[in-house]
């Protein structure tokens, strides 16, 4: 008797699913997410291992990489874009944050590039505004702008008398002081990414962050001059929004 | 037409309800009233993150069996012990002591944890070795330098009490006690235990504080010496006014030691990179919980202060945050040191350590 309902039931449910959207031709739209991997010297992240070289010549390791991406889009071959709205908080310590899926769609075609936000724009780096970043520490302090962190970048180098020494890259707004007192500069950074392809499936865009040319292009970043508290540090700030134009890279776009 | 709708209803209903589960048996007997839990302001808009296992709901009949257990002696093999023998409630839960004593008069190596906000840390222990509040719970009972006892033990203690197979049947449908639904009971008591009405937490939420208007000054001149990277730049592990939990819930070494007698993290990863680092504590109700750090080494905020400010010592592990290790810290001025404890005093809520719910049924 049970299985008799079931089974109606399941009949039910098929026929009324079918009933939905089988007379339009329409344009199909498939699931596409985001992978963020992390290279430092070209080589997939090693945690923990003092073994990369920037271009000052420091050896250097990463103990955390912490990053915010927001607002991706897609761009079509007529020039519009697919804005995919949201925030995601890579953790490259916690692999299960390494991928950005939140059921975006993207019709099918064919596209010229990819691009996003590192950090926030100033319209969404509010303080407070999102719990999931407030439980993790993300906030940026009130006296240096407010919103959040950009990035937490972390670990150790070689200094110049050969000693392990620590840095802690860490990037949001820029505070410059000037005469007539603080200034608020936005310090997020606008990263757009050439690449043809084709969505015509599910798709996964790999993105790749090389961690060693946060320290170059165009500014060359010495960790025995730059290590802690960068924060505060306007100048610093700034470098980091320049070379951060050339951090990020389309790895695959795996369909 | 009604009826054909109705039989449709029923139909589904029965579906439902047949396709899920083949007895409904003892269904009627087992009903436990849903726990209201009603979270402070700065807390509520963190509700979705608390972490409450899907076999574990709270509700009414478990948060009183697990209140009544953790102040239960008889967990303890010689029936002299609770939970709260060591977790005091006007102690925040925490105690007084530099290393808890078990019931056999022997010295554990680590300084008793408060229990505060526990619903939202993503582990257990200075070590983080516990991943939920029902597993850390299966522990004590059975720790040799803690309660020392035997599961089996404390299962047939239970089982033939009949107040206790009262309690059990009420809050879990059944008289058939085991350690699982005891732990499942004292999670549940322990998630009520939730702290967010300091000072500080009053001042977030533009109310009245309480304090002098002098003193309450020297709290947010405070607050700039834990938010400034230049300084203090306490923010990064122990949250800021965006994150009432007062901790980032991950593991630092806090420039404590050069070696490790205790390796914290590290004898749990068994990853040499995570040696000498500890979970970062909340800063919340800090005036009842001393001493400090996971060995209980320093009595007051005061020595906190100095030894961040000056004390730090290297060791290959040291978190990338700790800064001018070479000359011990960034050396705060006495004025900023003094601020800065006032800040954290300013995160004492009393009312958690008096609220009645909280203390011995």
Redesign the interface.
Known sequence: M?NW??L??AFLVVFSWSCGDDDEVSIESFPVNFNFSSEANGLQLE??ELQYENEAGNTFSV??LQYLISDVSLTREDGSTVDLEGYHFVDVTDPSTTVYDKGFTVEEGDYTGISFVFGFRDEDNI??AY??L????W?W???LGGGYHFMKL???YVDTNTN?A???T?MGNAREITASGNVIHSNFVEVNLEQSFTINGPATIGIIMEISNWYSNPHTWDLNLLN?????NYEAQIMLNDNGHNVFSVEAIIQ | MATAKHSLILLLVFFIVGCEDDDMGDMEVFDPTPFELVLPAVLEPFEPLMKIPDDNPLTVEGVALGRKLFFEPRLSADGSLSCAGCHIPSKSFAENEQFSTGIDGIAGNRNAQNIVNLSWMNSLFWDGRAKSIEDQALEPVVNPIEMHNRWSEVEHELRSDEEYRQLFKAAFGTEDIDSMLVVKAIAQFERTLISGNSAFDKYLNGQPTGWRQEDFDAVLRGLDVFMAEEKGDCFHCHGDPTNPFWTDNIFHNNGLDETFSDLGLGAITGSESDNGKFKTPTLRNLLFTAPYMHDGRFNSLEEVVEHYSTGLKNSPTIDPLMKNIDQGGVQLSPQDKSDLIMFMKSLTDSSFITNPDFQDP
């Not at chain 1, 802690?228 to 505060?232: L, S």
């Open positions: 049970k309902i079931c109606v039931m945690l923990n103990e955390k303080t407070g719990t999931d407030n439980a993790l520490s906030s302090p009130e006296m972390e670990g150790r392990t620590t840095y802690a860490h802690n508290t960068i924060m505060p």
